[in-house]
């Protein structure tokens, strides 16, 4: 009998098996099954461990993109600090003051922002007119019709020009620094020196609305060079990067192909904020009348769409 246990106990021992005590069975853990009876666990756990990264990967992407966004700030003092940019500047604030009827209590850039959000608070085709008037009162009366029979008639191309460098040289403390471009113009031409652009608008940024940009900049500044100067213009903002490009001699396509009428408002719009009552269920109907190719002649904005604040319609 003993000959028989050593033999099966070294039969056991060659076939890599644990010697079990006679009578005890082998220690069994509760609750456990192998991994493969339980794939839609398996999957889950796999999708919670993506979704971990994916999130890890997005934050440090938002924070790249902050620390890349700090780094490349201007210094708006210094460029407000030359006395031509603080002269304009006194000067565009008096003449917006002259338009709404009314001041604020806050000084330097921050006066304009909140004087710019007064005139916001408007209708949008009234946002745009007073804005057309306050560019026209910054000039002598005479001049803006003599730029257009002397330059703008008989050379457009050095008009262009002309307002491009001017752009750059007066209007840095308003959008941040500004570079003169090449840029493409009406009949597929490259336009030397005919574009400027905004490498990061600060208009923009401080306002913090898209409806401000398109009412009270875009839509009116285009208008005013189109009307006053005889000079067409397309403004390009880009709502992601903060940036901008002026193409002088290029005239503005169709709204309903223009992204920027389109594209949504940022999350501390504070129109965006205010958004209740019948003013927006206005822009609703016009957004729904720009849609359809319906539009009335003459009026000009961007739709209102549900996640963009309330200005932003043809005319808000």
């Given at each position: 009998?003993?000959?028989?246990?050593?033999?099966?106990?070294?039969?056991?021992?060659?076939?890599?098996?644990?010697?079990?005590?006679?009578?005890?069975?082998?220690?069994?853990?509760q609750g456990w099954a192998p991994q493969q009876q339980y794939p839609q666990q398996r999957t889950q756990l796999q999708n919670n461990k993506d979704m971990r990264r994916?999130?890890?990967?997005?934050?440090?992407?938002?924070?790249?993109?902050?620390?890349?966004?700090?780094?490349?700030?201007?210094?708006?003092?210094?460029?407000?600090?030359?006395?031509?940019?603080?002269?304009?500047?006194?000067?565009?604030?008096?003449?917006?003051?002259?338009?709404?009827?009314?001041?604020?209590?806050?000084?330097?850039?921050?006066?304009?922002?909140?004087?710019?959000?007064?005139?916001?608070?408007?209708?949008?085709?009234?946002?745009?007119?007073?804005?057309?008037?306050?560019?026209?009162?910054?000039?002598?009366?005479?001049?803006?019709?003599?730029?257009?029979?002397?330059?703008?008639?008989?050379?457009?191309?050095?008009?262009?020009?002309?307002?491009?460098?001017?752009?750059?040289?007066?209007?840095?403390?308003?959008?941040?620094?500004?570079?003169?471009?090449?840029?493409?113009?009406?009949?597929?031409?490259?336009?030397?020196?005919?574009?400027?652009?905004?490498?990061?608008?600060?208009?923009?940024?401080?306002?913090?609305?898209?409806?401000?940009?398109?009412?009270?900049?875009?839509?009116?500044?285009q208008t005013f060079f189109a009307q006053e100067m005889g000079l067409p213009l397309t403004m390009t903002p880009n709502y992601e990067t903060y940036s901008c490009q002026?193409?002088?001699?290029?005239?503005?396509?169709?709204?309903?192909?223009?992204?920027?009428?389109?594209?949504?408002?940022?999350?501390?719009?504070?129109?965006?904020?205010?958004?209740?009552?019948?003013?927006?269920?206005?822009?609703?109907?016009?957004?729904?009348?720009?849609?359809?190719?319906?539009?009335?002649?003459?009026?000009?904005?961007?739709?209102?769409?549900?996640?963009?604040?309330?200005?932003?319609?043809?005319?808000?």
């Open positions: 009998m003993r000959q028989v246990r050593q033999g099966a106990h070294s039969s056991a021992a060659q076939q890599g098996a644990r010697p079990v005590a006679r009578g005890i069975a082998p220690p069994v853990r994916d999130q890890k990967l997005q934050t440090e992407e938002q924070k790249k993109f902050q620390e890349q966004a700090l780094a490349v700030k201007p210094n708006y003092e210094a460029i407000e600090a030359w006395p031509h940019n603080a002269l304009i500047q006194h000067l565009f604030r008096s003449k917006m003051v002259q338009a709404l009827g009314s001041d604020v209590q806050t000084e330097g850039y921050q006066a304009i922002i909140d004087l710019t959000r007064q005139l916001n608070n408007l209708k949008p085709q009234e946002t745009q007119a007073r804005t057309v008037e306050i560019l026209k009162s910054l000039f002598p009366s005479w001049l803006l019709p003599a730029f257009k029979v002397m330059f703008s008639e008989p050379m457009p191309e050095f008009a262009c020009k002309m307002n491009a460098w001017a752009t750059a040289l007066t209007c840095e403390w308003l959008m941040g620094p500004l570079k003169v471009n090449d840029v493409e113009v009406d009949g597929g031409k490259v336009g030397v020196s005919q574009g400027v652009e905004v490498q990061r608008c600060r208009y923009l940024e401080e306002a913090g609305c898209t409806s401000i940009c398109v009412n009270s900049c875009k839509v009116p500044t002026f193409s002088f001699g290029a005239t503005p396509p169709p709204q309903s192909e223009d992204p920027a009428f389109t594209a949504s408002c940022y999350s501390q719009c504070p129109s965006k904020q205010r958004r209740k009552g019948g003013a927006f269920e206005e822009l609703q109907v016009m957004a729904a009348q720009a849609r359809a190719g319906a539009l009335p002649a003459g009026v000009s904005g961007v739709p209102a769409e549900s996640e963009r604040c309330e200005k932003v319609g043809p005319s808000a």
